[in-house]
């Protein structure tokens, strides 16, 4: 109780802040409602008008609640007006770009530890990749996929997942398979362990810690990739392009339910890949 | 020239390249600071003449992938287009909203700070919102604020300001209980404190935090662009240039959005060696 006290309250005050928010930015709308037709709002009309616009600026948190519950349950999840379907195409893509990023990843920091010429000449290029706008590249890639006539949105949203994902898990694994001490690479080499035998023994385990700390990193990378591989022009599937959709069609509900679904999303990732290494850890022995 | 022989020499100057960085890896020199830079440089080089050699040789026509020879000349061009779209969106979007979404979560972490009750409260959900797909918010905010470059620093803001606080909190806690004490047996106000021990101990955490944010904020500024925008910025310029297939373009603007991006970044660093050069990470 202790912990979740401050949060619960934190939580509170950034919903009445919201609330209050929402009363405020959609009063306008309300006035000048009123002002054509010629009659005065009073304070106690104002916040019910505010609270129930379908074209709210800031639609007031229950509405959004509303709005999500609606597109969760409101029709079969397979319709095209479902939130689970869109999720659902959302969570493909970023699983894939997941899976992609942590092969990239790993198979990058492997050369790095083992080729000194690779850490010199490619690490520093890694860094810099970070540093370039993946949203510039993307619409680039959605064409090119579309040139070579890879049909669909699957693989350029794997991409451009992928090129977010693979870099927490590049850093933390050079820096896993690094953390062996040379006594420990000493005592292998006098056992007359083969190079393979000594990465497979000592230096894979020594990083799984660091692997699966970065998961989480990638993992929310991986999303957010996916949602913007979704946001260019042409997407019609997956909680980016809902987004996209309420911007375009003025139905700024749609936007907020699609976000919140994402959040929602990213959540469930986060504590799924949570999950998975507490129970790596029980596996591997480690004691908390 | 016959195709292959293009194919020829571009493969021949990837191993002769290779052949040189073992080499220098291996060499005293590859441990001086110029040959620390030159293994990069010249993999970055082999990479563009293998670019260039392959699109030549194979014919790979321009509306898939131009080469690096054709961007350039572009890139010459068209200056004042790709210098306008950088001041547009790199300036005045990415540039103002890093700096205002920065200095935000700095208060607001120093806040954070004095009210440990806040720090319980809020530091997990910032934890929590730094892992949200913020940029989908480039919508709501584009039509909060209009399409000018005010609403793609608004987007900046809200990108760059969780991951930024959590950064900063954890570098106010970074300093050791026995420090924080030697300053209390001294007399140090909280704002001594602060200045003397907390905040030059939490340097290599904001540098840690602006890093991440600046690569951020050029997303961001970049995304909101593709939800309305005047006619002129980077995102705008991608993605017409991509609707009427003027390619070069395209990869012009990704070559100023990765300059942009690199230099904001090498800045932060340079200003971080300067700050931190205490910290073991920046020794040796």
């Not at chain 2, 793609?152 to 050791?176: C, D, H, R, T, Y």
């Not at chain 2, 140090?188 to 840690?208: D, E, H």
Request: aromatic share 10%; hydrophobic share 60%; proline share 5%.
């Amino acid at each position: 109780m202790r912990r979740v006290g401050p949060i619960f309250a934190v939580l509170a005050a950034l919903l009445a802040l919201w609330y209050l928010a929402a009363i405020w930015m959609n009063a306008t709308w309300v006035y000048d409602q009123a002002q054509r037709s010629g009659v005065e709002v009073t304070l106690a009309e104002l916040i019910p008008a505010a609270m129930a616009q379908d074209r709210p600026l800031l639609p007031p948190p229950h509405q959004v609640a509303a709005k999500l519950w609606e597109g969760v349950t409101a029709q079969a999840i397979t319709s095209k007006r479902s939130l689970i379907y869109h999720g659902f195409i959302t969570f493909r893509g970023t699983m894939a770009g997941f899976a992609l990023g942590i092969l990239l990843g790993v198979g990058l920091a492997m050369a790095i530890v083992r080729f000194r010429v690779v850490d010199k000449s490619v690490m520093p290029w890694a860094i810099i990749s970070q540093t370039i706008p993946i949203v510039a590249i993307a619409p680039m890639i959605l064409v090119v996929a579309n040139q070579l006539g890879i049909q669909g949105r699957e693989v350029p949203k794997a991409i451009i997942a992928s090129y977010l994902s693979f870099f927490p898990v590049l850093v933390s694994m050079v820096k896993g398979l690094r953390a062996p001490d040379q006594m420990q690479l000493d005592l292998l080499k006098t056992w007359g362990a083969s190079e393979g035998e000594t990465f497979r023994k000592l230096r894979l385990p020594a990083s799984m810690p660091y692997f699966f700390a970065s998961l989480k990193v990638a993992v929310a990378a991986a999303l957010v990739g996916t949602i913007v591989g979704e946001l260019p022009t042409g997407a019609v599937e997956g909680l980016g392009a809902r987004m996209l959709l309420g911007s375009q069609y003025g139905e700024p509900l749609i936007t907020w339910a699609a976000l919140f679904a994402s959040a929602i999303l990213a959540g469930a990732l986060i504590l799924a890949v949570g999950l998975v290494e507490r129970l790596a850890a029980v596996k591997m022995g480690v004691r908390a | 020239m016959s195709n292959a022989l293009i194919l020829l020499m571009g493969f021949g100057f990837w191993g002769a390249a290779w052949g040189l960085n073992i080499a220098v890896a291996g060499s005293a020199f590859g441990r001086t600071r110029t040959g620390r830079i030159f293994m990069p440089l010249l993999f970055g080089l082999t990479l563009l003449v293998l670019w260039e050699a392959l699109v030549r040789a194979l014919g790979v026509p321009p509306v898939i992938l131009p080469a690096p020879s054709a961007i350039a000349a572009k890139f010459a061009s068209s200056t004042d287009v790709l210098w306008a779209d950088f001041v547009q969106t790199a300036v005045k979007g990415a540039l103002s909203g890093f700096v205002i979404g920065c200095s935000a979560a700095f208060v607001t972490a120093i806040l954070c700070d004095r009210v440990p009750f806040l720090r319980a409260g809020l530091l997990p959900i910032g934890n929590f919102v730094a892992a949200l797909p913020i940029v989908g918010l480039a919508p709501i905010l584009v039509m909060w604020f209009g399409f000018g470059w005010q609403s793609k620093a608004a987007v900046v803001v809200a990108m760059v300001f969780f991951p930024m606080l959590i950064n900063v909190v954890a570098g106010l806690q970074a300093s050791e209980r026995m420090q924080r004490d030697l300053m209390a047996t001294w007399g140090a106000s909280y704002t001594q404190a602060l200045w003397k021990l907390r905040l030059p101990a939490a340097m290599p955490f904001i540098f840690n935090g602006l890093k991440i944010s600046a690569s951020l904020a050029l997303i961001g500024a970049i995304v909101a662009e593709y939800f309305g925008s005047p006619v002129v910025g980077m995102g705008f310029r991608i993605s017409t240039a991509v609707g009427v297939l003027n390619i070069e373009l395209v990869w012009a603007e990704i070559a100023v959005a990765a300059l942009a991006g690199s230099a904001l970044y090498g800045v932060i660093a340079i200003v971080e060696r300067g700050v931190t050069f205490w910290h073991p990470s920046q020794r040796g």
